[in-house]
């Protein structure tokens, strides 16, 4: 089954870290929005199944519970959507009230992703988030109280003034609060976001490296300690809650995304949708909105199974990647799978290979291994 992704492009205000696709001021767009999404499911072929629905942004919780309503009825009148299908929606903590999420509820939404990223006030107000620690703590308990009991937070490591104490307190926030996954990011500094300019001007500091391998550690063992199985490179899952949708990206099944931005996977192509939101809203629904599309050959499609696999704990499963393929991984990748081994980055598994710790360590570089010119 295929997952369907909606991009709600809307922020209150846009954090100093983030280059994804969002704007804040432009909430006058919103209705227009809603109705050039619907526009752009409404042209999709009726039938195909779907057990993943998630609503990502920016800040979806912008939306009203009735707007969000309103498109999931024109997913469910183009898709199959499973009946037990996992239905996401993202919040920032300043935008959830426990009779929201009731709402959202009954809409059939059954989980919960809330960007808390640092449990530490002094952190957010660094970072520009517009909520408090209190107000996460209190956004969860929400979320909870609510109805829907399938809730992800969202956390950041390896901030400029952070230390390893920091970073352990937040995971004690953590185990506090009735959380059943995580995901707990090392910071990557974008170029040409505020923290970028900062940080070239010598205005902060990141933590060297070995501090932000400490903080990862540290990260590690209380989520190991607290119950959460670590499985993907920064996701953490109790039993039963691993992100289904999510999980579609890095274990190369189809997803459909609509809105500003979005990006899709689909019948061997790849595709994404323009990000100017007044174009998108002229364009969805009349004419082609995407702004890029790649149709993806056997060669890429290889590439892209295994370095998407190997973020997942369980790595490349050599009877998949056969049965998907029709030659076996080592008939593709024999050099690569050979020094990888030898250099302690991969390990052998019952069902094919993953990274080892050293290797999660050194991600891209083992990532970068698999595509080749």
Not at 194 to 203: F, M, Q
Request: net charge negative.
């Amino acid at each position: 089954m295929i997952g369907l992704y909606v991009h709600v492009p809307f922020c209150v205000k846009k954090c100093r870290y983030c280059d994804f696709p969002s704007y804040s001021g432009v909430e006058s767009y919103i209705n227009a929005y809603v109705d050039a999404v619907c526009r752009e499911i409404s042209l999709f072929t009726r039938g195909e199944q779907a057990d993943t629905v998630y609503f990502g942004g920016g800040t979806p919780s912008l939306l009203r519970a009735g707007q969000i309503g309103s498109i999931m009825k024109c997913l469910e009148a183009r898709f199959d959507i499973a009946a037990d299908a996992e239905i996401t929606v993202e919040a920032n903590p300043d935008s959830v009230s426990r009779q929201y999420v009731r709402e959202l509820a009954a809409l059939g939404v059954n989980r919960m992703s809330l960007g808390i990223q640092s449990f530490d006030d002094g952190m957010l107000r660094f970072l520009g988030r517009v909520h408090t620690t209190d107000e996460g703590k209190r956004a969860v308990q929400a979320v909870w109280d609510g109805g829907v009991r399938n809730i992800s937070i969202d956390l950041m490591y390896g901030l400029p003034g952070q230390t390893e104490e920091m970073v352990c307190a937040d995971m004690e926030v953590l185990a506090s609060l009735p959380v059943c996954h995580a995901s707990i990011y090392s910071l990557i500094v974008e170029e040409h976001t505020p923290l970028w300019d900062d940080l070239r001007k010598g205005r902060c500091l990141l933590p060297n490296d070995e501090e932000i391998e400490q903080m990862g550690q540290a990260v590690h063992r209380a989520m190991h300690r607290l119950g959460f199985s670590h499985y993907e490179i920064s996701s953490y899952a109790k039993d039963g809650c691993l992100s289904r949708h999510n999980c579609k990206y890095w274990q190369y099944e189809p997803y459909i995304g609509f809105g500003p931005s979005a990006h899709s996977f689909y019948h061997d192509e790849r595709w994404a949708n323009i990000a100017n939101i007044p174009l998108y809203i002229r364009k969805a629904g009349r004419e082609d909105a995407a702004a890029e599309r790649v149709v993806i050959d056997r060669n890429r499609a290889v590439e892209d199974y295994c370095f998407l696999a190997l973020r997942m704990r369980k790595g490349i499963d050599y009877a998949d990647f056969r049965q998907r393929f029709g030659c076996s991984v080592e008939d593709e990748f024999t050099d690569v799978l050979h020094r990888l081994l030898s250099q302690k980055l991969l390990e052998v598994t019952p069902a094919g290979c993953r990274m080892t710790a050293l290797g999660r360590d050194y991600g891209n570089y083992v990532f970068s291994q698999f595509i080749r010119e």
